[in-house]
């Protein structure tokens, strides 16, 4: 039975004079999970060119095949220099064994050398400092000396920042250079140039072999191979409670090689081969496991990570024999983040880093949607050796599976689960009341992935001419409120939720919509992610029960309250006109003013890159008291705020 302290009686006026009164019992209410409200993260193109800071593309030639042009994206020479990519016969590294070679022609004048375009542009703001770096070695020993010159330049080969550093022909062993370049200008356009040059004439005929290159603005709470700054303060706007990752299809891969490996995304970037990513590009790793949870703490987020278990987006699964291998690479996963340095080779290496004490964890997923593909075909089994094995070296832990509830039936009993749906406004508004018909037997739920992606309930993964949408809209935005009022009038056995995909570089668009979309210089914020961002600031500690809305409704709510001083109220309104709801409030002390934070505007309208701004919450005062009414508006998402200062007037 749930509890409450609270009795509130809402009235609500529906169309055609329609009218509901609905009661919240002083008998009965829930915590609030402080888990509740978080962010889902996969790299789909929003890692490498998004979060992580990286400013440059293709940085250290992984994953490419040496000799094609293909290996040489985003790279382009400078000044006749002749450029390619080569494996070299003294690696870097072993992860690292490919470099870019540069000759200098004869008979040059001026800069010569290579250039890098960066993800889609580089922003360049001279109020910053970047941090460059190159690795470089001769191939064959010559008296060379002379300067490089880094520099970030214009398309137009306007200079706006340099910086030099030596280079010695004696150097045939790989040695790195850094530099820190401050621009005296900031250019309005992005097509800017990271470029690496010497003298023509000095190094007439030289061979240079270059590796691992890197170019970093200021990074989110300066944390060395940091977070882009504007897109981690946008997402740290949502004051969001966990982070689930490192996906989602990335985790799975497209075959057994591809598939993530914690330790491939640890220690010095040297020792990071990166893998062909799910979504069609190399992901460079440079934002790993270790990346990962330093940004949980420094959002003050809640890591939800999850484990490789077996299966891959090619349809493979690793055969029941030969599970083990991969058991351990999941227990050694888990150790890195919280186990004891002094016993745990993995929790060894994480202390080395600088962090001996264990990262918070609680919540750990067992793969990725293991509903898709033959995945149930294959699930028993990996579910039964994975849980069982992971829950009895980590007791501590809850897992989750990821294959549909109960369909097929799995041993050991999961004690949560990760449910998805993408669907249409309309679906989500009227499947408000999902969780309501859930079993409470102890199980609990993590909606890891929804979002209102079509209006075409016939065609929902179709194309933009089919319905599909680009960016999140006010209707669709409102119509995933809707849900939300039910998760979180159901959050006594639903612990977490997440839109996704949470990122997208507009410019390498591999999936719409998105919650935040950015190109090299903006970041876009999206109706949803305004939604997210009022519910998530408006939790509360108690969720107050009342009488339903209606099912099939076009009106929802939800009643939660605050430190027990506050009582928040979230109306949703689906419909093309506006609706009033009069409040009947059995509280003494209740403040005369309150606020009101709304979202709402034509059904249609969208934040993107032409329209930035066309849609974001207000905030007014209203007229509040035991009595009081609410005009909802049409399409729309209102979050009430109401001070009680004295005691329920029961």
Request: glycine residues 8%; neutral net charge.
């Amino acid at each position: 039975m749930l509890r409450s302290i609270f009795l509130v009686t809402l009235v609500v006026f529906g169309f055609v004079g329609a009218q509901t009164t609905v009661t919240v019992s002083s008998t009965a209410s829930h915590p609030i999970p402080t888990t509740l409200w978080g962010q889902m993260f996969e790299d789909i193109s929003s890692g490498d060119g998004g979060l992580y800071g990286e400013l440059l593309q293709n940085r250290a030639f992984q994953q490419v095949t040496p000799g094609t042009s293909a290996a040489l994206n985003a790279w382009q020479a400078v000044n006749r220099a002749s450029v390619s990519v080569v494996a070299d016969s003294v690696k870097l590294s072993n992860a690292l064994p490919n470099a870019l070679r540069v000759q200098i022609p004869t008979g040059v004048s001026g800069q010569t050398g290579v250039a890098n375009t960066g993800y889609f542009g580089i922003r360049v703001n001279s109020a910053w400092t970047y941090t460059a770096s190159f690795f470089y070695r001769f191939p064959t020993a010559s008296s060379f000396r002379g300067n490089a010159v880094i520099s970030l330049q214009t398309s137009s080969s306007q200079v706006l920042g340099s910086a030099t550093v030596a280079l010695s022909g004696a150097q045939t062993s790989w040695t790195q250079v850094t530099a820190k370049i401050t621009p005296t200008s900031s250019p309005s356009a992005t097509d800017n140039l990271f470029v690496v040059s010497v003298d023509g004439a000095a190094a007439s005929g030289q061979t240079i072999n270059f590796g691992l290159f890197s170019l970093f603005p200021p990074t989110f709470k300066n944390r060395a191979n940091g977070m882009r700054m504007d897109v981690a303060e946008a997402l740290a706007e949502m004051q969001p409670s966990f982070f689930r990752f490192p996906g989602g299809n990335n985790l799975e891969g497209n075959s057994l090689p591809s598939r993530w490996q914690w330790n491939n995304t640890v220690g010095p970037l040297t020792q990071r081969p990166g893998r062909a990513g799910t979504w069609g590009y190399i992901n460079t790793d440079g934002l790993g496991l270790y990346e990962y949870l330093l940004w949980c703490e420094d959002v003050g987020m809640e890591p939800i990570m999850a484990v490789w278990d077996g299966f891959d987006l090619g349809g493979s699964s690793v055969a029941e024999a030969n599970l083990q291998p991969y058991i351990q690479q999941a227990i050694d996963q888990i150790n890195f983040v919280i186990g004891n340095p002094t016993t745990s080779a993995p929790a060894a290496m994480r202390s080395s880093l600088g962090h001996p004490a264990p990262f918070k964890l609680t919540h750990v997923e067992i793969g990725n949607e293991d509903f898709i593909g033959n995945a149930p075909s294959t699930i028993a089994y990996r579910w039964n050796h994975f849980a069982s094995t992971l829950r009895s070296t980590f007791p501590q832990l809850r897992f989750l599976a990821t294959s549909n509830v109960n369909s097929p039936r799995l041993t050991p009993q999961p004690q949560e689960w990760d449910l998805h749906v993408y669907q249409t406004p309309t679906w989500f508004a009227q499947n408000s009341f999902m969780y309501d018909d859930f079993a409470r037997d102890g199980t609990l739920y993590f909606e890891g992935e929804y979002a209102a992606i079509s209006t075409n309930p016939n065609d929902i993964f179709g194309s933009p001419s089919d319905g599909r949408l680009t960016f999140p809209t006010v209707q669709s935005a409102v119509g995933e409120a809707a849900f939300m009022t039910g998760l979180e009038r159901n959050s006594d056995i639903v612990f977490a939720a997440s839109y996704a995909p949470l990122l997208n570089h507009v410019a390498n668009s591999q999936w719409t919509p998105n919650l935040v979309s950015f190109d090299s210089a903006n970041v876009y914020r999206s109706t949803s992610f305004y939604v997210q961002k009022l519910f998530s600031l408006n939790r509360g500690d108690q969720y107050i029960p009342s009488t339903l809305p209606s099912r099939t409704g076009t009106l929802f709510w939800s009643v939660v309250s605050k430190q027990t001083n506050t009582i928040i109220i979230k109306v949703v309104n689906v419909a093309t006109s506006a609706q009033t709801i009069a409040f009947n409030l059995p509280f003494s002390g209740i403040s005369t003013t309150g606020t009101a934070q709304v979202l709402t505007g034509a059904a249609t309208a969208s934040n993107s890159p032409t329209t930035p701004n066309a849609v974001a919450p207000a905030s007014h005062s209203i007229p509040v008291g035991k009595t009081f009414s609410y005009s909802a508006p049409a399409n729309s998402l209102s979050v009430l705020t109401l001070g009680i200062n004295g005691s329920s007037g029961r």
